[in-house]
Nanobody
Framework: QVQLVESGGGLVQDGGSLSLSCAAS????????LGWFRQSPGKESEFVAH????????DYSDSLKGRFTISMDNAKNTVFLQMNSLKPEDTAVYYC??????????????????WGQGTQVTISS
């Protein structure tokens, strides 16, 4: 069983930056993709970004590309999400997810097998 633990959420001002982390543990040998989703109150879950290995492949939501960067520390089974130029509309609970699939475009929730508990990100205007 894969466990995912997110950290790094918090409150920042409009235009600020925040970095999220997600540490994966347990049966990770069959995991080939780690991704981030987010959900705001009253809205559907939204794909943010994912990273697949090996070789490394990254995919981003078209609306977030350029402000958000996903990276990974393979040795520590940890994925990071660097978020810059944050806006109030980025306020959401951010979830880490793990998939057995590899490749580009793994954007649907149904394609992920494990989920973290989420971390709250709040951007104040």
């Amino acid at each position: 069983q894969v466990q995912l633990v997110e950290s790094g959420g918090g409150l920042v001002q409009d235009g600020g930056s925040l970095s999220l982390s997600c540490a994966a543990s347990g049966g990770t040998s069959n995991i080939h993709t780690l991704g981030w989703f987010r959900q705001s109150p009253g809205k559907e879950s939204e794909f943010v970004a994912h990273i697949s290995w090996y070789p490394s492949v990254k995919d981003y939501s078209d609306s977030l590309k350029g402000r958000f960067t996903i990276s990974m520390d393979n040795a520590k089974n940890t994925v990071f999400l660097q978020m810059n130029s944050l806006k109030p509309e980025d306020t959401a609970v951010y979830y880490c997810a793990a998939s057995r699939l590899y490749g580009m475009g793994i954007r649907e929730r149904e394609r992920y097998d494990y989920w973290g508990q989420g971390t709250q990100v709040t951007i104040s205007s």
